[in-house]
């Protein structure tokens, strides 16, 4: 079971929710800016160090990043992995808006070669 929880804003249309279970904090953002939109509230009488929450909020940044890159960054393409870390997948953002399931460990340049060949592949059918 994760610490975090991801969800849609049920208040702002374009927003999202991140909740920390174990320290008690809950960060909101508008979708594609985390970095520029984030609130942080802490959840009812939790208390933290100046150092500690520094901690958290670096832990919590590299999980959302990892996990949901998607929802954090307005960048047309990334990676993003399953939140059990068990599945990695490419997408794109914007429209035609996609996300492709990468099944092997596989380098760039094969990745972007494969994708070379679908492309040809779609586009001649």
């Known amino acids: ?11 702002r249309p374009n927003g999202w929710v991140l909740t920390d279970k ?4 809950v960060v909101t953002f508008e979708d594609g800016k985390f970095n520029d939109t984030q609130k942080v509230t802490p959840l009812e009488d939790v208390h933290h160090t100046p150092e500690e929450l520094a901690c958290i ?6 999980w959302v990043v990892r996990h949901h890159g998607s929802k954090c960054f307005s960048q047309p393409y990334g990676i993003e992995h399953s939140e059990d870390d068990t599945k ?3 997408y794109r ?15 760039k340049v094969h990745l972007a070669d494969s994708l070379r060949k679908a492309a040809e592949w779609l586009t001649k059918r």
């Open 93 to 107: 953002k914007k429209s035609p808006q996609w996300r492709l399931e990468i099944m092997d460990n596989v380098d």
């Open 57 to 62: 909020m670096r832990e919590l940044g590299e």
């Open 88 to 90: 990695c997948f490419l």
């Open 22 to 25: 174990e320290n008690g904090i």
């Open 1 to 11: 079971m994760s610490k975090y929880i991801m969800q849609k804003s049920s208040t």
